[in-house]
């Protein structure tokens, strides 16, 4: 906080106020907060593709075919890879609610980049910003070196029933290029193939997703009422449990084998906001979020529930850690600075949050999810 601009900080913390009817007021403060001073959002672009994904499964509306039905993404060139084992799953097949869970628990890239197949990149960009999030572009899949043309590219899905095919979607192409139209050019250096290239790295081709944007999907997610009915996200009431329970559960919790692991998966292996990855989450305490991290940025937006207290508020941070402006080379301070940055600042809010008197108790338990499914 000495040196905000270096670290590019940005904070949004809202108070929530419940009325006699439990109905919520939310009263937001920021700190720096600037959609023109961007930040790389790594993960947190995975929230909003997951929520369209089960939009389209209910637009689809094909008999049979639900969030758990097998999906087998097929490849027709430009980079592209199948997917048809998910030896995470149930039966070791894929689906697209078995991908947003994972998203959610431990944010797995390849279980992202099926979803933005699905979807697709024009759908996903033109659908945000019908809603209102129109700083946000989502361009490219995560964790694969494709150029932009390749990601415009989408690959064929198939959903089947044992022997039977219930929908088969081809690849799709996004007739337009939503890359920012002018440069984003972060930091002094970058390693390409392993090269020190002396130039500062252009953004503009890379995803985007403002602080106010992420913070606003997470709200309307939260609390669909308090966005007009049109912004919504199209889910059905088992939609936002499901969705609810996968952002809050701990990865041991799962059910998920291959997520048992605490010392790999710790409780707080995707919570940035008030816990150290080593040290357990009070039972009272549940989070609902959603992390990024990437080229030294980290950034986390949190709904913050703390039911034997009475407590909710919402915290949406990003923190930029990369001390010699170099991308690529692995020195960030993350450990350092980040982590322990934010950790310290959800913390601040929740000791705010302890001593603020509420004019109406809240009613949370609609937040009250046992983990491990419906």
Do not use: W
């Amino acid at each position: 906080m000495a040196n905000p601009e270096r670290h590019r900080v940005q904070v949004i913390y809202t108070q929530i106020e419940r009325d006699e009817n439990n109905r919520p007021l939310f009263r937001s403060f920021s700190y720096r907060l600037n959609d023109e001073e961007y930040f790389y959002p790594a993960s947190t672009v995975k929230l909003p593709v997951a929520l369209l994904a089960l939009e389209k499964i209910n637009r689809l509306d094909v008999p049979g075919l639900d969030r758990d039905t097998v999906m087998l993404t097929g490849a027709d060139g430009h980079g592209q890879t199948e997917a048809t084992r998910d030896p995470t799953a149930a039966g070791g097949l894929p689906s697209v609610g078995h991908y947003i869970r994972k998203v959610l628990l431990v944010s797995d890239n390849d279980a992202f980049n099926r979803l933005y197949e699905f979807v697709g990149q024009a759908e996903i960009n033109e659908t945000l910003h019908s809603r209102g999030f129109e700083g946000t572009r989502i361009l490219h899949r995560l964790d694969l070196v494709l150029d932009v043309e390749s990601n415009r590219h989408t690959n064929p899905v198939r959903f089947v029933d044992g022997g039977t095919i219930l929908l088969e979607q081809p690849g799709a192409y996004s007739p337009r290029e939503y890359r920012a139209t002018e440069p984003r050019r972060l930091g002094r250096a970058e390693v390409i193939d392993g090269e020190l290239v002396p130039e500062a790295k252009d953004f503009a081709e890379k995803n985007a997703l403002p602080l106010q944007d992420l913070h606003d999907v997470l709200k309307a997610l939260l609390f669909p009422g308090s966005v007009p009915e049109e912004d919504r996200f199209r889910l059905t009431p088992e939609d936002y449990r499901f969705v609810y329970r996968a952002m809050s559960e701990y990865p041991a919790e799962s059910g998920i084998a291959e997520y048992d692991d605490p010392a790999l998966y710790p409780e707080a292996y995707a919570k940035y906001l008030m816990f150290d990855r080593e040290e357990p989450i009070p039972p009272n305490i549940r989070i609902f979020n959603k992390i990024g991290s990437a080229y030294g940025f980290l950034t986390d937006a949190a709904y913050v529930v703390d039911f034997d207290n009475g407590i909710e508020f919402i915290l949406a941070a990003t923190v930029y850690t990369n001390a010699n402006e170099t991308f690529n080379d692995g020195n960030y301070e993350y450990d350092e600075i980040g982590y322990p940055f934010l950790r310290e600042l959800g913390k601040a809010i929740y000791e705010i949050e302890l001593e603020r008197e509420r004019r109406n108790a809240p009613d949370l338990d609609r937040f009250r999810l046992a983990p491990g499914g419906l």
